[in-house]
């Protein structure tokens, strides 16, 4: 466990926000390479590295992190502070710790490789579509916060508009309407859109209704034409696909404005009973701990491979996801060293399972 801190410390120390983790990947694969793995950097930048032969279970973590730098400390109640504690070195770490601790018998029953993935912070997910192309694994485990005690079994789709309205400028005292207004009422029918498609979830809570958000919206004029633009983002549940959403927007703003969309994300959600889930949930209990299944409204890049792999697949990995991308992100050691344990015995347990099936 001394390592495997170490290994987790010195990751959450070297920055690396998207776009820049070729220093943290390096120090990964370095790791990787002297705890017995066959590792390498990948042509996307990825951290990657091997295990054992037979079933192939992929370990698809993400290594970037967003901007915002938070002093890395270990305080007196042994919690460790630092961007990417949470979200998500930590997660990757506990997978590379899990994978470095299996006996000779678990390895030679299944092959584990952990990716370490660049650019999930970024519409672009390099990463995740580098490595969706590069294997057919029998089961995934994605690395995002869970909790020790967790178990994620989806999250939502995602799409982003990107909206601009354009007019000659005119007198406010004049008849018309400005750019700023029309942006506006584009938002407005974008959010009505939203409201439409969440009424009657029901059981299904916020997983089931459409969340839209302003992430931006400005104006402005040269004296002669105005000009407005807006960023609105959507997350989906599994019932409203990007395509649909793109098709019935296009038509609700039709004489405003033909948006531009980005970063389409479907909805995943993988059932609760499969070899994957059977195993985490076993070795949570024998841990001590009470396993809790979860659906997470953001997205990941579980969103990513899922299309490209049909298998088994879960999200795992310590820390509170609620603190993601803020300026508290910190991460208890002690429930680090948990989910080790735990994923150390899951990989047990579901190697052998495979090497059954």
Not at 108 to 122: D, K, P, Q, S
Not at 238 to 266: C, I, K
Request: a negative charge.
């Amino acid at each position: 466990m001394a390592d495997a801190r170490e290994l987790l410390v010195g990751a959450i120390s070297i920055s690396s926000e998207s776009g820049q983790e070729r220093a943290v990947a390096e120090y990964l694969s370095g790791w990787m390479t002297q705890h017995g793995f066959t590792a390498h950097i990948d042509a996307a930048g990825n951290a990657v590295g091997e295990r054992g032969s037979g079933k192939t279970v992929v370990l698809l973590g993400h290594i970037d992190t967003v901007p915002g730098h938070i002093p890395v400390r270990v305080d007196d109640q042994g919690v460790l502070h630092g961007r990417g504690s949470v979200d998500a070195k930590g997660s990757f770490c506990t997978f590379v710790a899990a994978v470095a601790g299996l006996s000779a018998e678990t390895l030679r029953l299944a092959r584990f490789v952990c990716v370490g993935a660049t650019e999930e912070e970024v519409p672009s997910s390099k990463g995740a579509h580098f490595a969706a192309s590069q294997y057919r694994p029998d089961a995934v485990l994605i690395g995002e916060p869970s909790g020790w005690e967790g178990l994620t079994l989806g999250y939502k789709g995602r799409l982003v508009l990107h909206v601009k309205v354009q007019k000659p400028n005119f007198h406010t005292a004049g008849e018309g309407t400005s750019a700023g207004d029309d942006l506006t009422e584009a938002w407005f029918r974008v959010r009505t859109w939203a409201q439409e498609h969440s009424a009657g979830v029901g059981g299904a809570g916020i997983f089931g209704a459409v969340q839209a958000t302003v992430q931006s919206i400005e104006s402005s004029t040269d004296g002669l034409t105005q000009t407005a633009s807006g960023v609105f983002g959507l997350r989906l549940p599994p019932e409203v696909t990007p395509e649909q959403a793109r098709a019935e927007l296009t038509e609700r703003l039709a004489g405003l404005t033909v948006p531009e969309f980005r970063g389409d994300e479907v909805a995943v959600r993988h059932p609760k009973d499969s070899p994957l889930a059977r195993a985490l949930r076993l070795a949570i209990r024998e841990a001590g701990g009470t396993p809790v299944f979860k659906l997470k409204t953001g997205s990941s890049d579980m969103n990513v491979v899922a299309p490209h792999w049909n298998a088994p697949t879960l999200a795992y990995g310590p820390g509170d996801s609620r603190l993601d991308h803020t300026p508290e992100e910190r991460l208890p050691l002690d429930e680090y060293d948990l989910a080790v344990k735990v994923l150390r015995d899951t990989l047990t347990r579901l190697a052998l399972s495979l090497s059954r099936s």
